[in-house]
Nanobody, 125 residues
Framework: QVQLVESGGGLVLPGGSLRLSCAAS????????MGWFRQAPGKEREFVAA????????YYADSVKGRFAISRDNAKNMVYLEMNSLKPEDTAVYYC??????????????????WGQGTEVAVSS
């Protein structure tokens, strides 16, 4: 059974940091590119970051570039999102996703066919 389970969300002050984790199981993790998306209340789910299965190339949304870092540990079947200098506009539910379609760009929701249940991040004073 393919499964993605996120953890690490919470309430943080503006300027603070959080590290999200995603535990993958049920598939050959090292052969799949992985991504993080987020969805704020009343908004569409949007791309945050992705990491390729081969070579570890990373991609970021302009809004998080320089503040967030995605990484993976193929030995542990884990993908991480390190978030620094958090802003109130980063408040959202964050989802881990497995890329299942090479016909769509790494940054497109349509490229991902497996999703976790999400972990909530709230940035507020």
């Amino acid at each position: 059974q393919v499964q993605l389970v996120e953890s690490g969300g919470g309430l943080v002050l503006p300027g603070g940091s959080l590290r999200l984790s995603c535990a993958a199981s049920g598939f050959s993790f090292k052969t799949y590119s992985m991504g993080w998306f987020r969805q704020a209340p009343g908004k569409e789910r949007e791309f945050v970051a992705a990491i390729a299965w081969r070579g570890g190339m990373t991609y970021y949304a302009d809004s998080v570039k320089g503040r967030f870092a995605i990484s993976r540990d193929n030995a542990k079947n884990m993908v991480y999102l390190e978030m620094n200098s958090l802003k109130p506009e980063d408040t959202a539910v964050y989802y881990c996703a497995r890329r299942t379609s090479n016909a769509n760009l790494m940054t497109s929701r349509n490229a991902y066919g497996t999703w976790g249940q999400g972990t909530e991040v709230a940035v507020s004073s």
